[in-house]
């Protein structure tokens, strides 16, 4: 006898009929199919169809109707069963029956055979109405987030995948809802950016109960955080002290030529994002950087993208140089001093290739006449910049000659930075980035529970089956190196994690990562930052601008980086 859900059990109980379900609760089938019209492409059709075989499964047998009441229980099947077929066909995926009916099978990267089969089937089934209207009428975010939650509330089973995986369908529609918010940067018609859609999917994922509250600091790792925070707290103390500003000042005012202001920019900014977050680097300095260009009546763009190449660059030489770059030292258990022997030829040559890229593009271009009303920037406070230094010294020290744990060292310079008679805490905090703590313990839930349901092993295996080995050192340098310029370098890092099992894995993922950040503009924070700081003052940098100076300097670094990688394994 078929089995049904309770939900369609109590639906039955209360005699609503199929014409009212087709007004009211069908409208969740048509919204997973808005999906793949709207914003997923072929893979929202992995939505679609499982929706649709609920329908199938479940609903025609419940009430035995659709159009008009089926006359006996062969009729039921036989029309279930077309539409099912419907559905299906030209697909590869694998469903288990959770009743009487068969099991279907279709392939799991067969969806773009037939990307709109959930909407065609349902208006061949008597729905063409709400189908029509639901394809043309709704927003995207109304279809985006009325599935989401529709979907959230349904007492899932889980479904078999090729006979290999658990897969649980609320997990992965979030799953694919969070990158695609990292792929866009947004979400189309909400006013979420990367940060807010990791949010919203971790929110979502804890609210539905596929991470339990008591397993959320399992899923998220605090250590990561921490250290995170306190080298946060650590920069926002030479940014207060204005010891950012007198820097980039002192430079300015160097009698030299405009090629080697270049360079003596490019290594001071290399050496401070090396040991400070390369993010706080740029947002300080930025500001400062233009001001002092104009006086000297030089076009700030060269020296901007300079400042933006550089941070990314010189972050790459050690583990607290940028996000990702802690995220793997954390979580793999790095050596500090290890990382630094491997990483630190790769920086250092980097950084003489941003130099000569950006000298050759702008040879003989130097000179602007724009002069900018001055920026105001905190005065140089001596002792508190000797205190910031002193601890950061004796931090960097710790990290290279002890084993003592990093977050527990970088908490500690953190609360002795706060204790202070003059700079206040909560100025201090404030220059904290909580934006990237969050996003940060978000996608860490979510890849908790993407893993929990065994999503990255089965795909792990489906491209080792293609010879794609993610395990093995080139191919992981080059699926970061993608995926680090598609969804951005920390989501990249994160999602990469779990295939970083081989000894060289961590020096791979922490430079291919960082120094493909250099190709594109929403490649790393550091870019944006620049060119969002260029453009309040009134120096726009294009997408095409920038690539102008990040292609080669991307391909030349990351093929020194990958020659220097093959050397020392």
């Given at each position: 006898m078929q089995s049904f859900p309770a939900w369609i059990l109590w639906l039955r109980s209360k005699h609503i009929t199929i014409q009212e379900v087709q007004q009211q609760r069908i409208c969740s089938i048509l919204?997973?199919?808005?999906?793949?019209?709207?914003?997923?492409?072929?893979?929202?059709?992995?939505?679609?169809?499982?929706?649709?075989?609920?329908?199938?499964?479940?609903?025609?047998?419940?009430?035995?109707?659709?159009e008009k009441p089926c006359r006996s229980a062969s009729e039921r099947d036989r029309r279930s069963g077309e539409i099912a077929d419907k559905l299906l066909s030209g697909f590869s995926f694998r469903f288990a029956s959770l009743g009487?009916?068969?099991?279907?099978?279709?392939?799991?990267?067969?969806?773009?055979?037939?990307?709109?089969?959930?909407?065609?089937?349902?208006?061949e089934s008597g729905f063409g109405d709400v189908a029509k209207a639901g394809?043309?009428?709704?927003?995207?975010?109304?279809?985006?987030?009325?599935?989401?939650?529709?979907?959230?509330?349904?007492?899932?089973?889980?479904?078999?995948?090729?006979?290999?995986?658990?897969?649980?369908?609320?997990?992965?529609?979030?799953?694919?809802?969070?990158?695609?918010g990292m792929l866009l940067g947004r979400i189309p018609g909400l006013a979420l950016d990367r940060t807010g859609v990791a949010l919203l999917g971790a929110?979502?994922?804890?609210?539905?109960?596929?991470?339990?509250?008591?397993?959320?600091?399992?899923?998220?790792?605090?250590?990561?955080?921490?250290?995170?925070?306190?080298?946060?707290?650590?920069?926002?103390q030479f940014r207060m002290s204005g010891f950012y500003s007198h820097i980039v000042r002192r430079i300015g005012v160097i009698r030299t030529s405009p090629t080697l202001l270049l360079a003596i920019v490019i290594a001071v900014?290399?050496?401070?994002?090396?040991?400070?977050?390369?993010?706080?680097?740029?947002?300080?300095?930025?500001?400062?950087?233009?001001?002092?260009?104009?006086?000297?009546?030089?076009?700030?763009?060269?020296?901007l993208l300079a400042l933006a190449c550089a941070a990314n660059v010189g972050s790459a030489a050690t583990l607290i140089g940028n996000p990702q770059n802690i995220l793997?030292?954390?979580?793999?258990?790095?050596s500090f001093s290890k990382y630094l022997l491997d990483a630190s030829v790769p920086a250092v040559v980097g950084l003489v290739v941003v130099w000569l890229v950006i000298s050759r593009l702008y040879s003989n271009r130097w000179i602007s006449e724009g002069h900018p009303a001055g920026v105001k920037a905190p005065r140089l406070n001596r002792w508190q910049t000797l205190k910031g230094m002193l601890i950061l010294g004796g931090l960097v020290a710790l990290f290279l000659f002890t084993s003592w744990p990093r977050e527990v060292l970088a908490l500690g310079a953190a609360a002795l930075l706060l204790c202070s008679r003059s700079m206040r805490s909560r100025e201090m905090l404030g220059l904290v980035d909580w934006q990237l703590l969050t996003l940060?313990?978000?996608?860490?839930?979510?890849?908790f529970a993407v893993n929990e349901i065994g999503l990255f092993a089965q795909l792990e295996a489906s491209l080792a089956a293609g010879g794609v080995d993610v395990r093995q050192p080139v191919w992981l340098f080059v699926i970061s190196t993608v995926l680090s310029n598609l969804v951005s370098n920390v989501p990249a890092v994160m999602f990469l994690l779990p295939s970083a099992t081989h000894p060289m894995s961590g020096a791979v993922l922490a430079l291919s990562s960082t120094l493909a950040g250099n190709l594109i503009v929403v490649g790393s924070i550091a870019n944006i930052i620049v060119i969002d700081q260029a453009e309040r003052s009134g120096i726009p940098i294009s997408w095409r601008e920038h690539a102008r100076v990040g292609v080669p300097v991307t391909l030349l670094t990351l093929g020194m980086a990958a020659a220097w990688l093959w050397v020392i394994a």
């Open positions: 919204i997973s199919c808005g999906i793949s019209h709207y914003c997923l492409g072929s893979c929202g059709s992995c939505c679609s169809t499982y929706s649709l075989w609920v329908f199938a499964e479940y609903w025609i047998p419940a009430f035995g109707t659709v009487t009916r068969p099991t279907k099978n279709v392939s799991l990267w067969g969806f773009s055979t037939l990307p709109f089969a959930g909407m065609m089937t349902a208006y394809s043309r009428g709704a927003a995207p975010s109304f279809f985006l987030i009325s599935a989401l939650i529709e979907i959230s509330l349904l007492p899932w089973h889980r479904t078999e995948i090729a006979g290999i995986v658990s897969m649980d369908f609320t997990t992965l529609f979030v799953f694919i809802l969070v990158y695609l929110l979502v994922l804890v609210a539905s109960g596929r991470i339990e509250t008591a397993r959320v600091f399992d899923a998220v790792d605090v250590p990561t955080i921490a250290l995170l925070f306190g080298l946060m707290v650590v920069s926002a900014v290399g050496v401070l994002s090396a040991l400070l977050a390369n993010d706080i680097v740029c947002l300080a300095i930025a500001p400062v950087l233009i001001d002092g260009c104009a006086k000297r009546r030089l076009d700030p763009k060269p020296y793997v030292g954390q979580v793999l258990g790095l940060f313990i978000s996608l860490f839930l979510v890849d």
